[in-house]
Nanobody, 111 residues
Framework: QVWLMESGGGLVQAGGSLTLSCAASGSIFNINPMAWYRQAPGLQRELVASIDYGERTYYADFVKGRFTISRDNSKNTMYLQMSSLKPEDTAIYYC?????YGRGTQVTVSS
């Protein structure tokens, strides 16, 4: 089982962009799928996007057209490119794989 560590969060203005990274402690080549979740204060954790080892992707409706999930198996890293960010995207973003989450990275979008 791999350990997961997210990075790349921060404070950004509405309309801005951020790219999150999820680095795994070992090979992700056979991990299927991997995903990004998020949790806003007072709300349940929700699925944002997922990617399988064939690089087929799924996006929640609320991020379609704005976020892009990708993975680089050679670097054991998954990414989430976020653009056209909205204040409602403010949340802790978690990497998920093999039934476990990383510790999360905070994304704050100011209006």
């Amino acid at each position: 089982q791999v350990w997961l560590m997210e990075s790349g969060g921060g404070l950004v203005q509405a309309g801005g962009s951020l790219t999150l990274s999820c680095a795994a402690s070992g090979s992700i080549f056979n991990i299927n799928p991997m995903a990004w979740y998020r949790q806003a204060p007072g709300l349940q954790r929700e699925l944002v996007a997922s990617i399988d080892y064939g690089e087929r992707t799924y996006y929640a409706d609320f991020v379609k057209g704005r976020f892009t999930i990708s993975r680089d198996n050679s670097k054991n890293t998954m990414y989430l490119q976020m653009s056209s960010l909205k204040p409602e995207d403010t949340a802790i973003y978690y990497c998920w794989a093999e039934s476990q989450y990383g510790r999360g990275t905070q994304v704050t979008v100011s209006s």
